[in-house]
């Protein structure tokens, strides 16, 4: 048995694990009368066997996040554009910069902003700054760069981080919300306590339309740099609500001791993988692009943001 577990991912033997919990939430749930949550430990516990024997996703049924724990500290609504003292480009140095990244060219032109108040990046085919190909965008918050003069980016250390989106379909994208430290850069990393990433949402860039992982999302830690000892654990692939469609929202709580995530306010994983991080993070919004992208048959295709928000645990 122990050779069957080293063969088999994290994320498949924490199904597993879920598993074996689902009698003792299912009677749980009976004595609360929670019939609605019942019923769906059904379609749990054949979601969780896939998860386990194929790798499949699952649709989060765990418990809700009590907000009543948290303060609202920082936010974007983007009702009015964003703060170009808080935000600035990622992997392009400067508001009128273009640089490659993968397959698309990265330029701040990709984002506009609806009339009811949501960011969009928006990725195509156009003939752009560095002539004909594909265009998308990244944009972040870190504190450490300063190309405007006037940057003052955001940071935080634990708490709960969120976003309200829709996310561009199809092949090739690969729309993101995620957590990272400069500290990702260095040799050692201590595991995670001195540098990790945190991936809050992230998509395969092979979904498509036919797909057992079409309208799910993956959530993920990095540690140990990004050279020869880089490490990573997928938390799992876990269904959304019609995400291409519907704002769903999707989130990570981060203190001392653990990573619990969550989509639609829905625990999904919890994980403590490689030590957490104990310095703050910063955010980061963005729209990768790889080969996959010429099978798309939806662009131009836009990751449409309603809010991010962060907040700090009360005293």
């Not at 749990?44 to 303060?71: E, H, N």
């Not at 040799?187 to 991936?199: C, I, K, L, N, W």
């Not at 980061?284 to 010429?294: Q, R, T």
Request: contains cysteine; aromatic residues 16%.
């Amino acid at each position: 048995m122990r050779n069957l577990f080293s063969m088999i991912s994290h994320r498949q033997l924490s199904s597993f694990y879920d598993l074996l919990a689902l009698p003792g939430r299912f009677f749980s749930l009976l004595a609360q009368g929670d019939f609605k949550r019942v019923l769906s430990l059904f379609v749990a516990f054949f979601q969780l066997l896939g998860a386990f024997l194929f790798d499949t996703p699952v649709t989060p049924y765990k418990d809700k996040i009590d907000m009543s724990r948290f303060d609202l500290v920082w936010s974007d609504e983007f009702d009015n554009g964003f703060d170009t003292s808080i935000w600035q480009g990622h992997y392009v140095y400067g508001d009128n910069d273009t640089q490659l990244r993968d397959t698309a060219w990265w330029n701040r032109d990709q984002v506009s902003f609806t009339d009811d108040g949501c960011l969009q990046i928006t990725v195509e085919y156009k003939d752009g700054p560095k002539g004909e190909g594909y265009y998308s965008y990244g944009m972040e918050t870190n504190p450490n760069k300063n190309y405007s003069g006037s940057h003052t980016g955001y940071e935080q250390l634990y708490g709960y981080f969120e976003i309200s989106c829709i996310l561009p379909k199809g092949a090739g994208i690969n729309p993101a919300f995620w957590l990272l430290t400069d500290g990702m850069w260095a040799d050692d990393t201590d595991g995670g306590v001195s540098g990790a990433e945190v991936d809050i949402l992230e998509t395969n860039t092979g979904y498509t339309d036919g797909g057992s992982e079409f309208g799910s999302v993956i959530q993920t830690i990095h540690i140990d740099s990004y050279e020869e000892a880089h490490r990573m654990e997928l938390q799992g692939r876990f269904y959304a609500d019609d995400p291409y469609n519907k704002f769903n929202t999707y989130g990570v709580e981060w203190n001392e001791n653990e990573y619990i995530f969550y989509v639609n306010g829905v625990e999904t994983a919890r994980t403590s993988f490689g030590g957490v991080c104990q310095v703050p993070l910063y955010l980061i919004i963005s729209v990768g692009v790889d080969e996959n992208i010429e099978r798309n048959e939806f662009l131009p295709a836009s990751m449409t943001v309603d809010y991010v928000r962060c907040y700090q645990y009360k005293q």
